[in-house]
């Protein structure tokens, strides 16, 4: 049960438990940074014009970055 709740799912991924808690951090904060972003966009339009859509475009290319370009499987699943 520790195995299929903590390691299943980073191993279907190439990735350590470790490495994929960095990983998944990494797209949260992310996410919340731009959602922050957005809301202040939605307040006073002048600010972060671009920011929402430039982070979901970023998010997205690591998403479905190049298996061959760095050895990681395309339909990557956080």
Do not use: N, W
């Not at 671009?50 to 760095?70: E, F, N």
């Amino acid at each position: 049960m520790i195995r299929r709740i903590f390691l299943d799912h980073p191993a279907s991924v190439d990735e350590t438990y470790r490495e994929h808690m960095r990983v998944a951090a990494g797209f949260g904060t992310a996410m919340l940074l731009g959602a922050i972003a957005c809301f202040t966009h939605a307040l006073v339009p002048a600010l972060f014009k671009r920011t929402g859509s430039t982070t979901v475009k970023r998010l997205h290319a690591k998403l479905t970055r190049d298996p061959q370009r760095d050895g990681k499987r395309p339909d990557y699943e956080i």
